[in-house]
């Protein structure tokens, strides 16, 4: 069995890159019959039919991201439907939510959202017949699920499979450690900065990082050693002007490198927690068990903290109180790491057992998968007619 995995791979962004390892790891984990993995080339965006004169593709991925509301990958996967391919949905999501959306789903209120963050057009039409036309519906998280289900009248076939960062777990890689903090015995707080090109809650990079650097120092103050990562090549400059801001060379190391993703999770495993912008740098830190805060720049950071329980350590980005939420859970991730760290572990098990029976029973080729595809590509049959 062959896959092509579609996600948006090749421009040095560990969160997208670390989607698509983890897919790779958990097929080689549970699968027996799937031989290679194709990862779509998106740069030379040749088109799977152009692929298929070359190479057989059994089946199609919609991998980790918020790949639902993007054209070329809604228009991948309109073209995986019109040849027939059965595609499958492995921690895909949707972004762009405005507060208020989010806000009426945690008061338990229905929400079909007419407009979204910084009027963004979404092809709700597209994404439906999509969804409809899906073997396989495995969701990042809770809003992307009500979102779905306000679309199709399949939602009974739509579950929440996490986003696939979750369950990665390299072998350990010290570059990090070895190359940037040898010899280092002062307790760590990573810090992940970057840009959004301000398309984040309250529209407003520059106040944000201001608020970041002074909790650094407040951190610095309480004995820890604040490490600055990016996440994708293009926060280096801004993981650049944060060290300069916070102006402390003997407490800040500034990590002026996009490290892979075995090597941020090893580095992140060691660390005392963390604050991140990027959602994946606090997927890995979850799934690394390490206790973290997330500036939720956007709905797709609120989509994975309520997945794992973790809204209470979640932001808003435009939130004037970031010092007092950084005074506050340092001392609670000091107190009660233990249960912190426990409660990440408990989430973490929970979708490994999720995404390892998609793994085994839709790519091992046994009689029972064979059935249920069966059945899936049954129910698509019909409802064509429907």
Known sequence: MKLLYIGYLGFNNIGDEVCY??????????STTVEKIIPYDI???AGIRH???????????LG?????????FLSLAEEAISLGLPIYSYG?????????TIDQYRNGEAFEPQTFFNDRRIDTKRIKNVVDALTYTGVRGPLTLQFLKGLTAHSDSIEIIGDSGLVYTPEIDNYISDNYLMDLKTPIVAVNWGTTFNKLFGSNEESLENQLAESCMYLISKGYHIVIYPMWDKDIESCQKLYGLINNNKHVTLIPEVCNSSQVYSFLSKCHFSINIKLHANILSAAATTPF?????R???FDFALSINQYDNTIYTHSKELLKTVMEKEKNFTQYRRKYTKALKKEKETYIKKHKWMIENFFNGNEKSEKMLSLKGLRHIINKFL
């Open 293 to 297: 805060i997330q500036l939720a720049y």
């Open 299 to 301: 709905s797709k950071g």
């Open 21 to 30: 390892e983890s897919f790779v790891q958990s097929v080689n984990r549970w």
């Open 92 to 100: 895909t999501g949707i972004d762009y939510l405005t507060e208020n």
């Open 43 to 45: 740069k030379k965006n």
């Open 64 to 72: 980790g991201g918020s790949l639902f509301q993007g054209d070329i």
């Open 51 to 61: 692929l298929l004169s070359t190479e057989s593709i059994d089946a199609v991925i």
